[in-house]
């Protein structure tokens, strides 16, 4: 028997030894994914040397002979970096997901292979001009150098466990993700089929208070209009009757809509951003300050990668999107740059009327529709076979759905599916841009997504300018589903830029914008029918006001601000309330001095918060229903730009409860949400103590990783989480989801503050780390410091960089 026990014993340690062995040997292994950053690498496809030097933040700063080969050394480190991240881009942008994925993501590929984003990044790189071609091939060549040189070492996890290595790039990879951004920070489609439904439900005059254009008394980014661009003529108005769009089709496209955001992170409500310039003569450095922090879904990885590109023309630091060439946000030697979203309405939705032999009517004739037929991969599974139509106003998207027999199907109109894109163009041409002028004459090859771009150089000039394609429809606003058998609200044209919203030195000194309104209702065109609401801009212009001279600090502050304009302007109409119980008379007086400041450790903000989601279901639920509710919900910027209005009695009557045979005023309404909110943020916080309840304790910062985010077993090796303060409406933006209260998904994405008295003492940061792989150091190392609204150098010059430069990487042609 003790004879036994010792063979068992033994047999044991060997068996745990051979999990060590193998655990380690596969951990060594998987470790030789992580990307050689010493040394000297033979590629093909360099004409000249570049040297990779990787600063102690993991910083790539590459240094080229001239343009091209520099951005081949961009794609060579976004490979070595992000190769995953990549990968999982380009497929989403060709709806070619299911093939790694499996099913679960099928309704998503016959959605964008419908849309038809792959097709036009096709188009887009037949027209690219020559310059362009040359730059975004050096690039592509510069991530297959990486992939063909890897030579046996791993590649990163992700694909290892879902078993598949990555083909080659090619040019058009670069465009398909351009279209995806687009679509992340343009897409107002859903829009159109949530206002058709609410009409449908609750008439035309209730939903224009539910979907509100702006506030009143917002700030306007160029307060004194465009010079030199003729004031407004009328608009012919859309009509308002309820368009007859069958309610399956539209529910049905609104839920792929949600499974874009939660399953793949593109777009919801809440995406946007903060920038502002302010002119040296109001600064402590007596030149310009340029701030700029993109709201953009959380990931894991940062969907940002921070690098210096040197080479020819070229010398930009700043912020850079895996898969593309170039500085997106940032400085080089004469000029900074940021953006925030303008939100233009882009997209246009046409019901068509369509026969059985796929034509569709045209000004009383019928034409054939253009068909494309296409085959969808599935990983263990059957392809599936898809017919594209096509009209002359775009795909019909709602062939993406499962619903047959539509009596008007819908066309998609959208300005990134127009057959020429110089985009990438415009972002080189801005990188080696010395002045306004040249800066400008970039951007004119701008499509889309549209955007507020500020400007500063190092001569002390300030500006804006809005580029895109912004449509000007021959009828009508584009709020609405219209009718696509007549030519009467076709686009016409796009507003030319000459005439597009833009300022040069403006006599404020500053300019600020926060995806509020760009311009005065004088402006002759269309810009969007649905702005953010403007507490962030208008929290940005009060605390630019607040001192005769800002130094970076200052804005450094700024970006870290979290009182709510918002809170503090509706917390006196919310004291109105009625309390239904002793413990909503405690939380109403621990929010009677409260000033609004949504830091992590207020049992205030804890309390507000709670309070403030419970109040938009508790007003407009009842008049919705469950099913129109559910797609209402979490549109937190209308709800604040209505609810203040409803309270004080000028905003429609909402506060009554349809559902009971009493009629409830505004404080009852309040005081039974406000107990619903205490009951909810109680088992949040696992104590009925409201004193001592902390925001950040249920408020938490969430980056998944796309896709093992959604498999509880690897996500915590994959996705991360912080907690934080914020909330909708603070600077240093806390948006949660619809679907996950309290759970931060949008965020500062990157934050920058660009000294132009002195370049080199500039700031950046993006949320997580520069690598991919979870195995590295380098994959989470900034977010504490980002947490913190801390920031790293911008190492710009050679002394400055090789100080702190423990990597140097040779990449020899």
């Not at 091939?137 to 590649?155: C, D, K, P, Q, W």
């Not at 539209?250 to 809509?257: F, P, R, S």
């Not at 946000?329 to 004469?334: D, L, S, Y």
């Not at 997580?768 to 710009?796: E, H, I, K």
Request: net charge negative.
């Amino acid at each position: 028997m003790r004879l036994l026990i010792r063979l068992l014993r033994w047999l044991l340690i060997v068996i745990l030894l051979g999990v060590v062995v193998v655990g380690a040997g596969g951990y060594f292994w998987l470790r030789g994914s992580l990307p050689q950053t010493d040394g000297t690498i033979t590629v093909q496809g360099l004409q000249a040397p570049v040297e990779i030097v990787r600063d102690v933040d993991a910083v790539p700063h590459i240094r080229a002979g001239n343009e091209a080969d520099a951005l081949f050394g961009l794609g060579y480190v976004h490979a070595q970096d992000r190769l995953w991240q990549m990968e999982f881009q380009r497929r989403v942008g060709y709806g070619r997901l299911s093939e790694v994925l499996g099913a679960a993501t099928l309704d998503t590929d016959k959605f964008l292979r419908t849309l038809g984003t792959g097709r036009a990044a096709e188009s887009a790189w037949s027209h690219t001009a020559p310059a362009a071609r040359t730059s975004i091939e050096a690039y592509v060549s510069g991530v297959n150098a990486f992939i063909s040189t890897h030579h046996g070492r791993a590649l990163p996890i992700e694909f290892t466990i879902l078993g598949f290595a990555p083909q080659p790039w090619q040019p058009q990879d670069i465009l398909v993700w351009g279209k995806m951004m687009s679509w992340n920070l343009g897409a107002n489609w859903e829009t159109e089929l949530l206002r058709t439904e609410l009409i449908a439900k609750v008439g035309a005059d209730r939903t224009a208070q539910l979907l509100p254009v702006y506030t009143a008394d917002g700030p306007v980014i160029l307060p004194h209009g465009v010079a030199g661009v003729p004031l407004r003529t009328a608009i012919a108005e859309a009509p308002r009757t309820v368009a007859p769009v069958a309610t399956e089709q539209l529910d049905q496209l609104l839920a792929i809509n949600d499974t874009l955001i939660d399953n793949v992170g593109l777009g919801g409500s809440g995406i946007g951003s903060n920038n502002w310039v302010i002119a040296g003569s109001h600064t402590t450095t007596g030149k310009p300050l340029l701030a700029n922090d993109p709201h953009l879904g959380t990931q894991a990885p940062s969907i940002w990668y921070l690098a210096h590109i040197t080479g020819g023309a070229m010398d930009a630091i700043g912020a850079t999107l895996p898969g593309v060439p170039g500085i997106i946000i940032g400085h080089n030697q004469h000029i900074a740059w940021g953006v925030t979203n303008t939100g233009p309405d882009v997209q246009d939705l046409y019901r068509e009327h369509i026969n059985d032999r796929n034509q569709v009517e045209h000004n009383g004739t019928m034409e054939p529709l253009q068909l494309i037929q296409d085959t969808i991969k599935v990983k263990g599974q059957p392809a599936v076979p898809i017919t594209i139509r096509i009209s002359r106003h775009g795909p019909i998207i709602s062939d993406a759905t499962t619903t047959t027999g539509v009596a008007e199907p819908l066309a998609f109109r959208w300005t990134a599916l127009d057959p020429e894109d110089h985009t990438i163009s415009a972002y080189l041409g801005i990188d080696t841009a010395s002045n306004w002028q040249q800066f400008t004459t970039a951007l004119q090859s701008y499509l889309a997504p549209m955007q507020n771009f500020v400007y500063a150089d190092v001569d002390g000039n300030i500006g804006y300018y809005a580029p895109g394609a912004l449509p000007i429809r021959k009828s009508g606003d584009g709020t609405l589903p219209a009718a696509g058998w007549t030519d009467a609200f076709d686009w016409t044209g796009y507003v030319p830029f000459a005439q597009l919203p833009h300022s040069y030195n403006p006599p404020e000194g500053f300019i600020a914008t926060a995806n509020n309104k760009v311009v005065p209702d004088s402006y002759p065109y269309l810009i969007t029918t649905g702005y953010s609401a403007p507490y962030r801009a208008m929290r940005i212009i009060e605390l630019i006001q607040s001192k005769p001279k800002l130094s970076p600090d200052d804005v450094a502050a700024m970006q870290a601000d979290v009182l709510s304009a918002y809170d503090r302007m509706v917390l006196p109409l919310l004291l109105q309330a009625k309390p239904v119980d002793e413990r909503s008379r405690t939380a109403l007086a621990l929010l009677h001095n409260w000033d609004g400041t949504v830091r992590g450790d207020s049992a205030a903000a804890a309390i507000f918060v709670a309070w403030n989601q419970q109040i938009a279901p508790h007003i407009f639920a009842d008049e919705l229903g469950p099913s129109l509710w559910k797609e209402y919900r979490g549109r937190n910027e209308e709800v604040a730009m209505r609810l203040p209005q409803i309270l004080q009695g000028t905003g429609g009557n909402w506060c009554d409860d349809v559902t009971t045979p009493q009629v409830e005023d505004c404080p009852t309404t309040l005081g039974r949400a406000l107990a619903d909110g205490l009951a909810q943020m109680t088992t949040a916080q696992a104590t009925s103590d409201l004193k001592s309840w902390r925001w950040d304790r249920v408020h938490l910062v969430r980056f998944p990783h796309n896709p093992f985010d959604n498999v509880a077993a690897l996500r915590p090796f994959f996705s991360r989480s912080i907690a934080n303060g914020g909330d909708d409406f603070t600077i240093d933006v806390g948006t949660h989801r619809r679907s996950a209260p309290y759970k931060q998904y949008i965020s500062p994405s990157y934050r920058q503050i660009l000294d132009l008295g002195n370049l080199p003492a500039s700031r950046f940061i993006q949320t997580l780390g520069q690598s991919g792989s979870p195995l590295s150091s380098d994959y989470a190392n900034f977010m504490q410091r980002w947490q913190q609204v801390q920031y790293l150098p911008m190492r710009y010059t050679s002394a400055a960089i090789d100080a702190a430069a423990p990597h140097h990487l040779t990449l020899h042609p």
